[in-house]
């Protein structure tokens, strides 16, 4: 028996890093644009620091973005704290798969990321946690590495406007968007609602609030959305 767990262990371990190559050539891509953006923004070591320690592409472009728009620090660390909040419902419905010490279960939460969780995804509430992790390494790796060569590479890349990466905003969060939205029209006005708030607010508002602001309100709108495709979430068990 423990030979059988043993080899499904391994095999999830080797599935789920198969899985994960793809998803790490696009992250880095995604990292060397993040490196070359935040080197006039944070310097030279913050932002390999915050990729290794963050690992938060969302995160991590959201706090850039505030900071690149003259916010402060803290308007920049709620930015992106904003964004990360979708990993608590995420890590909530991962906890019953995961083993052993409290310890052990938070450091295994901590390779969740959205492509990897997705993949691991056995149904009926079911995760292979060990699929997760290994699908997790190479991203992490392709993040930090590909943030590293945005950083001192971009001499050689050249000019960030010039070659479209000033663009790697709008086309970032666009994206996430995409995903959102097409989830069901109480999504879709939720995302409306939070991107009708940043316009608003962005000619008056101090910088970094209005993105702020458009997270908070996407991230209620969409709780409440969850809330009525699980209407019975509320409900029972114990006080």
């Known amino acids: 028996m423990r030979i059988a ?25 995604i990292a060397v ?17 915050m990729s290794a320690l963050v ?13 690149a728009a003259g916010g ?14 979708r990993f608590g419902p995420m890590g909530i419905a991962l906890a019953p798969s995961l083993e052993g010490s409290p310890l052990r279960r938070a450091l295994v939460g901590q390779t969740m990321i959205d492509a990897a969780w997705a993949l691991a995804n056995r149904g009926g509430g079911r995760f292979d946690p060990k699929f997760m992790m290994a699908a997790t390494l190479p991203s992490y790796v392709a993040w930090v590495l590909g943030t590293a060569a945005g ?3 971009g001499d050689l890349i050249g000019d960030p406007d010039a070659l479209g990466l000033d663009a ?19 999504a879709l006005a939720a995302v409306a609602g939070a991107v009708a708030i940043a316009l608003a607010l962005t000619p008056v508002a101090p910088p970094g609030v209005p993105i702020i602001a458009a997270c908070l309100a996407a ?16 409900e029972g068990g114990d006080a």
């Open 5 to 29: 767990r043993d080899q499904a262990d391994q095999d999830s371990l080797r599935t789920g890093f198969e899985a994960g190559i793809p998803i790490a050539v696009a992250t880095l891509l």
């Open 72 to 85: 402060g620090a803290w308007a920049a660390i709620a930015a992106g704290t904003l964004m990360n909040a």
């Open 151 to 153: 950083v001192f590479a």
């Open 55 to 67: 690992f938060a592409g969302s995160a991590q472009f959201a706090a850039l973005a505030v900071l």
């Open 33 to 49: 644009s993040f490196g070359v953006l935040a080197r006039p923004v944070m310097g030279t070591v913050a932002p390999i620091v």
């Open 168 to 186: 790697a905003f709008p086309a970032f969060f666009l994206a996430l968007l995409s995903t959102e939205v097409r989830r069901g029209p109480v």
């Open 219 to 234: 991230l209620l709108g969409l709780t409440r959305w969850g809330a009525r495709q699980d209407p019975g979430a509320g």
